[in-house]
């Protein structure tokens, strides 16, 4: 099975920036995708961002669109998501995710976070006002 490890995560104030890593493995097919989620307790988990392994598509939730950016390395089998101009509503637990792609190898659109069938724990950000 994918196995993800999410890190990088902490205490930021407001116009910051913070970087997150999300190391996988386990992969049994080379088609997939990656995506970074967040939650606020009693809240739904919402799409940031996401990536297909081979960077040829990229995809973002408007609310973080033209600040964050994600990317992935194929040789590390990492993802990263870079944060900046971070505001206090983005105060929440990250997740990365992935889901294979087989055949196609495209993602077409963000998907809802009940298609990607692999999940990291989660790497806490604070922001701070």
């Known amino acids: 099975d994918v196995q993800l490890q999410a890190s990088g995560g902490g205490l930021v104030q407001a116009g910051g920036s913070l970087r997150l890593s999300c190391a996988a493995s386990?992969?049994?097919?080379?088609?997939?995708?990656i995506a970074w989620f967040r939650q606020v307790p009693g809240k739904e988990r919402e799409g940031v961002a996401c990536?297909?392994?081979?960077?040829?598509?990229?995809y973002y939730g408007s609310s973080v669109k033209g600040r964050f950016a994600v990317s992935y390395d194929m040789a590390k089998t990492t993802a990263y998501l870079q944060m900046n101009s971070l505001k206090p509503e983005d105060t929440a637990v990250y997740y990365c995710?992935?889901?294979?792609?087989?055949?196609?190898?495209?993602?077409?659109?963000?998907?809802?976070?009940?298609?990607?069938?692999?999940w990291g724990q989660g790497t806490l950000v604070t922001v701070s006002s």
């Open positions: 990536i297909t392994n081979d960077n040829s598509e990229t």
């Open positions: 386990g992969f049994v097919f080379d088609e997939y995708a």
């Open positions: 995710a992935v889901t294979y792609l087989i055949g196609t190898h495209r993602l077409g659109y963000f998907r809802d976070k009940s298609d990607w069938s692999y």
